[in-house]
């Protein structure tokens, strides 16, 4: 072989082994994978396991009858329908935020902008409470609500909707956020130039743009509206068949002592919440692709 055709002959190294050797701030690839591996697993993946793990303990008899009691069901359908529900309306709102704050300029505009984390930085039980007097029936919102619509808001299935609505929005408003940032006005105003209309270059131009967004929010705020308990256990009702979400059974069964049934019950939320992440991934795959092609 001569010198020429062998690159390690003349000194020259691998793109990897360049990018591997070359220093940083940081340690080398081994310890720095091995620790994010470590790191992962005491706090993400071994918690995770234990939960199949705890519920094998039932038999799949046994784990099959705890999953699908009608006390259990019915938390089921409440829980999943009431999370879709306010991923939706977070989802239509949240845009709408999102481009208010990307879009125009107006007084307070960056206080409005905190106010959307403060579902973040706000316990959830304060969120629950601050909810359920204020959409009480002797609460600012929920007396004329009640008196004057005969609407009932607080311990229905519609409070537990607008307790989660409130601590999912913020998911929705910082996923799209940085993408509209990131549009480059050019491609409007080329569309503008060639007599587009204002709802067709949001409907051909921007809206493909922000569908992997879009899809990227509503599961972030559908996944964490499953889970939610804090903001929901005080405005819920907690009445079985009624206001009972999953969460709150998953509790009330881990006072029971009875841990297999809690950690089987858990599965399915936990398996649920897989199942929409990786639906939704491979649908911000295929928009990329569309996009990418357009």
Known sequence: MTTASNPA?????????????SPGV?????ISMGYAVLYLSVLVLIPLAALPIKSAELGWQGFWDAVTAPRVMASYQLTFGASLIAALVNLVFGTVVAWVLVRYRFPGKKILDALVDLPFALPTAVAGIALTALYSQKGWLGGPLSEWFGLKVAFTPLGIVIAL????????VRTVQPVLEDLDPALEEAAQSLGGSDLEIFRKVILPLLT??????LSLSFARSLGE???IIFIAGNQ???????????????EEYDYQAAAAIASVLLIAAFVMLAVTNALQARALRYTVRS
């Open 26 to 30: 940081l340690p080398g690839f081994g």
């Open 240 to 254: 079985p068949f009624s206001t009972e979400i999953t969460a709150l059974l998953i509790f009330i069964r881990l």
């Open 229 to 231: 308990f804090g903001a």
């Open 212 to 217: 992997p967004a879009l899809l990227a929010g």
């Open 165 to 172: 609505i409130f601590i999912g929005v913020p998911f929705v």
């Open 9 to 21: 002959a003349n000194g020259a190294q691998a793109p990897f082994a360049v990018r591997r050797n």
